[in-house]
């Protein structure tokens, strides 16, 4: 018995780490541990610890992605999540761009969500095939968050996705085949989207100060 309480405490201790670190847990990134924290008792024990360093577990995409909130905002609480909501809204433009591009390129009808695959040679292929593709992957590949500097379809798509995967919108599970699964954390970046929409009007930072954990962290 006590083996398998020092296995549950070094299982959520890892879930514990992942979260501190702002990584989202979601099916696609760590099933195990998306598994776990839909468990009443796995996600008591975490929310448990969480709220002793004034942390909390959030949600979004209807409780399908957890990461890490602030239980309580003091003064500190607030410029970090004023600096990174302002991260999040500087890199909204070419997630955008290339969301649309994603679902106009591979003629969907509803934008890409967690657990959808990506097939980057047959992506490649319809953009390389259409003008008004390949003018929109070069102009969203020169923003500051993706920085290529490539002249071609294949240097520039290429960077953006390696760019997303460090991000954690996309996920590579085989690293020999060129294929890429979207994350939860798309779901999330669709939840901020949202609520900017919501609060438009407002300034970065009485926006960051004025939502609500799940918005923000």
Same mark, same amino acid.
């Given at each position: 018995? %006590?083996?398998?309480?020092?296995?549950?405490?070094?299982?959520?201790?890892?879930?514990?780490?992942?979260?501190?670190?702002?990584?989202?847990?979601?099916?696609?990134?760590?099933?195990?541990?998306?598994?776990a924290?839909?468990?009443?008792?796995?996600?008591?024990?975490?929310?448990?610890?969480?709220?002793?360093?004034?942390?909390?577990?959030? %949600?979004?995409?209807?409780?399908?992605?957890?990461?890490?909130?602030?239980?309580?905002l003091?003064?500190?609480?607030?410029?970090?999540?004023?600096?990174?909501?302002?991260?999040?809204?500087? &890199?909204?433009?070419?997630?955008?761009?290339?969301?649309?591009?994603?679902?106009?390129?591979?003629?969907?009808?509803?934008?890409l969500?967690?657990?959808?695959?990506i097939?980057?040679?047959?992506l490649?292929?319809? $953009?390389?095939?259409?003008?008004?593709?390949? #003018?929109?992957?070069?102009k969203?590949?020169? @923003?500051?968050?993706?920085? %290529?500097?490539?002249?071609?379809?294949d240097?520039?798509?290429?960077?953006?996705?390696?760019?997303?995967?460090?991000?954690? @919108?996309l996920?590579?599970?085989? %690293?020999?085949k060129?294929?890429?699964?979207?994350t939860?954390k798309?779901?999330?970046?669709?939840?901020?989207?949202?609520?900017?929409?919501?609060?438009?009007?407002?300034?970065? #930072?009485?926006?960051a100060?004025? &939502?609500?954990?799940?918005?923000? $962290?």
């Amino acid at each position: 018995m %006590s083996g398998e309480n020092e296995t549950t405490l070094v299982g959520t201790s890892a879930l514990i780490e992942q979260l501190l670190r702002g990584e989202f847990i979601c099916r696609v990134t760590n099933e195990d541990g998306w598994r776990a924290l839909k468990n009443n008792s796995t996600r008591d024990r975490v929310e448990s610890y969480l709220n002793q360093i004034n942390r909390t577990l959030a %949600s979004a995409g209807e409780g399908e992605v957890f990461f890490c909130g602030y239980l309580q905002l003091g003064d500190a609480e607030r410029k970090v999540i004023s600096s990174q909501f302002k991260d999040i809204c500087s &890199a909204l433009i070419p997630l955008v761009e290339w969301l649309v591009l994603v679902q106009e390129a591979s003629g969907q009808d509803a934008p890409l969500s967690e657990g959808a695959p990506i097939r980057l040679t047959d992506l490649q292929a319809r $953009i390389e095939d259409t003008p008004a593709f390949r #003018e929109q992957l070069a102009k969203l590949s020169q @923003y500051r968050l993706f920085g %290529s500097t490539s002249s071609n379809v294949d240097g520039q798509i290429k960077l953006v996705f390696k760019r997303l995967v460090e991000l954690g @919108y996309l996920s590579k599970p085989n %690293s020999e085949k060129q294929i890429y699964i979207a994350t939860g954390k798309l779901d999330y970046l669709y939840e901020v989207i949202r609520f900017i929409d919501e609060t438009e009007g407002l300034s970065l #930072e009485a926006q960051a100060e004025t &939502a609500t954990q799940r918005d923000l $962290i």
